[in-house]
């Protein structure tokens, strides 16, 4: 059975950090671009940054450059997000996605992913 099964989400003050996990299993791990998207109440689904296992190009967007890290550990399957310097706008339900052989760009965000998670709330306070 595939699972992406996200973890770490909780409640900080603007300015704190969380690390998000995203365990995978029931496929190859190293032929897949892993990444996070996010999704506000009432807003449209974002992407925020994605790794490639294949080639390890990374990806992040604009909003979080600079704040965020994506990082890959083949050896447990799991993709990590280090969320520094969060702010309100961050608040979010963050969900994993796998996408099969690619490379992570822009355009990544766009691809229909084959697998996703459930997602884990993220509450950035004033």
């Known amino acids: 059975e595939v699972q992406l099964v996200e973890s770490g989400g909780e409640t900080v003050q603007a300015g704190g950090s969380l690390r998000l996990s995203c365990a995978a299993s029931?496929?190859?791990?190293?032929?897949?671009?892993i990444g996070w998207f996010r999704q506000a109440p009432g807003k449209e689904r974002e992407g925020v940054s994605c790794?490639?296992?294949?080639?390890?190009?990374?990806y992040y967007a604009d909003s979080v450059r600079g704040r965020f890290t994506i990082s890959s550990d083949n050896a447990e399957n799991t993709v990590s997000l280090q969320m520094n310097s969060l702010k309100p706008e961050d608040t979010a339900n963050y969900y994993c996605?796998?996408?099969?052989?690619?490379?992570?760009?822009?355009?990544?965000?766009?691809?229909?992913?084959?697998?996703w998670g459930k997602g884990t709330l993220v509450a950035v306070s004033t």
């Open positions: 790794i490639s296992n294949t080639d390890g190009s990374t």
């Open positions: 029931g496929f190859t791990f190293n032929d897949y671009a």
């Open positions: 996605a796998a996408e099969y052989l690619v490379a992570c760009s822009s355009s990544w965000f766009y691809y229909g992913m084959d697998y």
